[in-house]
């Protein structure tokens, strides 16, 4: 896929480790993606040029189909994760995407339940965002793992759609302050809790290999899930 230049126009921090990265296509062509797909960044870093694909963190504006959001989590030594924290809007670099088929094509109307740790909340945004905009909303919950407050991405937008019922959000900490009135521990152990007794959502995981691998564990083993009713992307 030929390789496309943006430019980076906001850059704002959703938590201690993860900045939120707002890109413009110079070419001012939409970028034609569907919600859960992902994108490679070619870095230029310590003189040598990098790969790294990052999940599409929400939908383009309606009036500017060529910008994408990516939620990015600095790596500690990593040359491409700092580069890009440290970037400010002007920053320019080259694209390749979309890619993947960690989508909800053809599940549109389908109830859905996102699961999701860190930085692998961004392609579930996308999905959710999606689904808001449809003309009737099938059922939505979000079970979100992350280790403190600090760390909820997207914390504002999360309470807004649990507090006028577009989706039930459940967040759990695995390193809770003390202040803490919500869940606490992994993902994991929240599945069963969370899908319930009623009828069963499709699931969507995204997040690193144990968890994801844990979370299909619990769903097959535990509750019975068809394998097809379970879509996971990892990112490790």
Same mark, same amino acid.
């Given at each position: 896929?030929?390789?496309?230049?943006?430019?980076?126009?906001?850059?704002?921090?959703?938590?201690?480790?993860?900045?939120?990265?707002?890109?413009?296509?110079?070419?001012?062509?939409?970028?034609?993606?569907?919600?859960?797909?992902?994108?490679?960044?070619?870095?230029?870093?310590?003189?040598?040029?990098?790969?790294?694909?990052?999940?599409?963190?929400?939908?383009?504006?309606?009036?500017?189909?060529?910008?994408?959001?990516?939620? #990015?989590?600095? #790596?500690?030594?990593?040359?491409?994760?700092?580069?890009?924290?440290?970037?400010?809007?002007?920053?320019?670099?080259?694209?390749?995407?979309?890619?993947?088929?960690?989508?909800?094509?053809?599940?549109?109307?389908?109830?859905?339940?996102?699961?999701?740790?860190?930085?692998?909340?961004?392609?579930?945004?996308?999905?959710?965002?999606?689904?808001?905009?449809?003309?009737?909303?099938?059922?939505?919950?979000?079970?979100?793992?992350?280790?403190?407050?600090?760390?909820?991405?997207?914390?504002?937008?999360?309470?807004?759609?649990?507090?006028?019922?577009?989706?039930?959000?459940?967040?759990?900490?695995?390193?809770?302050?003390?202040?803490?009135?919500?869940?606490?521990?992994?993902?994991?152990?929240?599945?069963?809790?969370? #899908?319930?007794?009623?009828?069963?959502?499709?699931?969507?995981?995204?997040?690193?290999?144990?968890?994801?691998?844990?979370?299909?564990?619990?769903?097959?083993?535990?509750?019975?899930?068809?394998?097809?009713?379970?879509?996971?992307?990892?990112?490790?």
């Amino acid at each position: 896929m030929a390789k496309r230049e943006v430019e980076l126009v906001d850059a704002s921090p959703l938590s201690p480790s993860v900045v939120g990265l707002r890109f413009r296509c110079l070419d001012g062509a939409p970028l034609a993606f569907t919600a859960g797909q992902w994108v490679n960044l070619h870095v230029s870093a310590a003189g040598a040029e990098h790969r790294r694909a990052y999940s599409i963190a929400g939908l383009s504006p309606p009036d500017r189909p060529d910008l994408f959001d990516l939620a #990015v989590t600095h #790596v500690e030594g990593g040359v491409v994760s700092s580069t890009l924290h440290a970037a400010s809007p002007g920053y320019r670099c080259l694209m390749d995407g979309p890619h993947g088929l960690f989508t909800r094509t053809g599940l549109l109307e389908q109830p859905a339940l996102f699961i999701g740790t860190g930085s692998g909340l961004a392609p579930l945004r996308a999905m959710l965002h999606e689904a808001l905009g449809l003309p009737t909303r099938p059922r939505l919950e979000v079970l979100f793992g992350c280790r403190t407050q600090a760390d909820i991405l997207w914390r504002d937008e999360l309470e807004a759609m649990a507090a006028d019922g577009a989706a039930s959000v459940y967040v759990t900490l695995s390193r809770p302050d003390a202040d803490w009135q919500g869940m606490r521990g992994y993902v994991q152990e929240h599945v069963a809790a969370v #899908v319930g007794t009623g009828p069963r959502p499709h699931v969507f995981i995204c997040g690193l290999s144990p968890m994801v691998k844990g979370v299909r564990a619990t769903l097959k083993r535990d509750l019975g899930y068809d394998r097809k009713r379970i879509h996971s992307e990892r990112f490790d």
